[in-house]
């Protein structure tokens, strides 16, 4: 696909910026999904990706929780592929998030749950997709065509998006985001404290990324980009579930990589990072704490928004590790950029 | 705390038959259950749980969608216990699976839950623990003492539980359910089969553990039981989100272990079992299915019980690896038997 393997996907991190001040531009178009959304009503809100939307999802799972104060959940497709399951969804907004909207499975999870009584949404970035099509209230992300096959700036576009999308249905304005893109540029600038950390993580055989709250789907992207491009075995684990068990792995061999942003999520992970360095581990840490020692500091915006930064300096770790060891994270082996499954 | 590794879980592995017959008896206290959980006509479930229990949860989340038609979600604490969210959860049932009872993250969100007029269910193994104490309703899974720091037999009593409680929810009798004791029983004489796949677990350095539906619960507690016991990086994915992404991760390097039951869960895991091999990883097999190749058999249940009898080759497997390493599987590192989180 690509000459110098990773061209693709470093061109498409730095798109980044103008792509995320694009959004904030649509503030309108955000306002208006929200009043329909509104006139339903939602009670309940499920959520349906794969892959890196799926972290995306997470993420909006609890930006709902926390700013609207609503109970939501992350949909599972195969119980209405596989078991047939048809739910009843009334005052359930249903929310599916793809890059391609092409996906079988939430084309038909999206189609059930309209015919079960929710009100469904698409944030995509083919508004021309099936799932589009199959969706009451589709948002377009706009991030232009993405070639490389490891997701960069179709996912901070979705997270944008979802905050954009549940913060007006609060009435906000988006204003805690405006500073998102400018952040973004400058920690795409972080190349060289990057770098730093490339040959202990080409070196390791497993890293152990954790956060907690909003950024604990950041430590899942972070995991997923460092699987599928460098091959790398990274697992990421919420603050508190890495206590109740997964600790056991971690030791002298093991690398951490722990997000701290500023904020309730950085203060709460703190403890958690100090446990892994009592039993030996390299910690090494993504963020934007005041209170903390930080390796690759990103700029620090509200913590609602803080995973569309902080996920930056990930994706640069993944593409230069990938690269390291030989690979092309383009074109990770077994991968095509549109996954079909049912 | 043992004289010999894994002894205490090779026991509570044993009693699981007779901790599983005596929840079947008591289907007059689940009846008992469903009828005031019916009187509140809830909506939405919302299920709260840490390590082995959020395996539970993930399983019982399956069950609510499917069996009730019901959307369901699993709770994030910390939006509850770092943010503060107080969402509004009038017609939610709101479930805290956890042995212990006393995880002060759990007992902080179920207060939460009934204060924001959700009804709080709590399963666990001590009906005088404090979560129990702020539930409106407790179920006691009432399999013992657990010593080693490894769950099993509480998972499995789990498990049980939650299935006859939202049976009960169907007005079922939990008839399903009424030979998995003796498929437990089974299950645990087939040692010389795990033996076989020890060797190759133990020299491995990443496991891949895949499954759909209903035992994609299963694959999350092997991987927990691996990591834990075993400090194997042990990865799980539904075979759909392992096509979007970690199949890259795939290799002659990386053992693949598919979970494929009798039933719809079974017939759509295969293809992406067939891709891996594809990608020259080793795979094996555990499960009832009688049209596939299964290494390490279990007697076929209805499907929505099948991971009560499923996991229990993977218990055997974890104990076994764990000491062919040269570990105690009934205290690993850094873990003790109650994690106390917030």
Same mark, same amino acid.
């Given at each position: 696909v690509t000459v110098v393997p990773g061209h693709l996907m470093a061109g498409e991190m730095g798109e980044q910026p103008s792509v995320l001040s694009n959004i904030l531009d649509r503030q309108s178009v955000v306002r208006d999904l929200a009043r329909r959304i509104g006139r339903y009503s939602p009670r309940f809100v499920l959520l349906a990706a794969r892959g890196s939307s799926d972290n995306a999802a997470l993420y909006a799972k609890y930006l709902v929780e926390v700013l609207l104060g609503m109970p939501a959940? /992350?949909?599972?497709?195969?119980?209405?592929?596989?078991?047939?399951?048809?739910?009843?969804?009334?005052d359930v907004l249903f929310i599916a998030v793809s890059q391609s909207g092409f996906s079988p499975d939430l084309i038909d999870s999206t189609v059930a749950a309209r015919e079960a009584g929710a009100m469904t949404l698409a944030v995509t970035n083919d508004a021309e997709s099936p799932l589009a099509g199959e969706s009451q209230l589709v948002f377009d992300i706009g991030a232009g065509k993405e070639a490389a096959v490891?997701?960069?700036?179709?996912?901070? &576009?979705? /997270?944008?998006?979802?905050f954009l999308i549940v913060d007006s249905m609060r009435d906000g304005t988006g204003e805690e985001a405006r500073t998102v893109p400018d952040a973004v540029a400058d920690a795409l600038d972080q190349a060289s404290a990057v770098e730093s950390l490339v040959?202990? !993580?080409?070196?390791?055989?497993?890293? !152990?990324?954790?956060?907690?709250?909003?950024?604990?789907?950041? &430590?899942?992207e972070a995991a997923l980009k460092l699987v599928e491009t460098a091959r790398l075995p990274a697992f990421s684990y919420s603050g508190a579930d890495l206590l109740h068990g997964p600790i056991a792995l971690v030791g002298a061999d093991v690398a951490v990589l722990g997000i701290v942003p500023e904020g309730q999520g950085g203060v709460a992970i703190s403890p958690v990072l100090d446990r892994c360095r009592e039993l030996g581990a390299c910690v090494r840490t993504v963020g934007s704490s005041?209170? &903390? &020692?930080? %390796?690759i500091r990103v700029r620090p915006v509200a913590e609602e928004v803080a995973p569309v930064v902080e996920v930056v300096p990930? $994706? /640069? !770790?993944? $593409?230069?590790?990938?690269?390291? =060891?030989?690979?092309?994270? %383009?074109?990770? $082996?077994?991968?095509? =950029?549109?996954? !079909?499954?049912?």
């Open positions: 959940g /992350l949909a599972s497709p195969s119980s209405i592929t596989t078991y047939h399951a048809r739910p009843s969804l009334a490891a997701a960069t700036k179709t996912y901070t &576009a979705e /997270l944008l998006s979802l040959p202990d !993580l080409s070196a390791t055989n497993v890293a !152990l990324i954790t956060a907690r709250g909003y950024s604990y789907a950041t &430590a899942c005041r209170s &903390a &020692a930080i %390796d990930f $994706q /640069l !770790l993944s $593409q230069r590790t990938s690269v390291a =060891k030989g690979f092309n994270p %383009d074109a990770p $082996q077994g991968l095509r =950029k549109i996954t !079909l499954t049912t």
